[in-house]
């Protein structure tokens, strides 16, 4: 294919792309407004794991070493660091979801504040 074509095409791709659109509604809105207060297991924590994280760390599939089905198996790598290290990103951590977009800020914010009143089965 002629190189000329190479630059249009990629516009393309990334005008197709839903997390591409998703990563600029972010930038043009802002999140000022995230609620971290209240955030409890059974209200926010349990229902993104359900929905984002299940599917790969469960009683018979533990990638990495992961087991996220419950409270009692989500504790312990709230309280060892990974669970954060990995939805944030951070360095030296496998970056969660993975092959999906990271979740929301404000998402993540909750999951902070979760962990930082310790984790509670609440
Ligand atoms: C498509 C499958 C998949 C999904 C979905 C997924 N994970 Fe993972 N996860 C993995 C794999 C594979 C590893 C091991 C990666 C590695 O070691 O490089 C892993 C590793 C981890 C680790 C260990 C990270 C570390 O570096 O110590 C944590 C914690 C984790 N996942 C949490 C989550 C959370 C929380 C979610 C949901 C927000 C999630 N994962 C969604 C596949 C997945």
Redesign the pocket.
């Known amino acids: 294919m002629h190189s000329k074509y190479l630059f249009p095409l990629f516009l393309l791709a990334l005008t197709m792309s839903p997390s591409c659109y998703y990563d600029v509604e972010e930038e043009l809105y802002p999140s000022t407004e995230c609620n971290t207060s209240g955030v409890t297991y059974t209200g926010v924590i349990a229902a993104?794991?359900q929905n984002?994280?299940?599917?790969?760390?469960n009683q018979s599939?533990t990638?990495?070493?992961?087991n996220?089905d419950g409270y009692n198996n989500?504790k312990v790598?709230a309280n060892n660091g990974?669970?954060l290290?990995?939805?944030r990103h951070d360095n030296?951590?496998?970056a969660?979801?993975?092959?999906?977009p990271q979740?929301p800020d404000c998402t993540i914010q909750k999951?902070e504040a979760w962990v930082n009143e310790g984790a509670p089965e609440n």
């Not at 969660?96 to 999906?100: A, T």
């Open positions: 993104v794991v984002s994280c299940i599917s790969c760390h599939v990638n990495g070493g992961v996220l989500i790598v990974r669970l290290g990995a939805i030296g951590f496998a969660m979801p993975q092959g999906q979740l999951f």
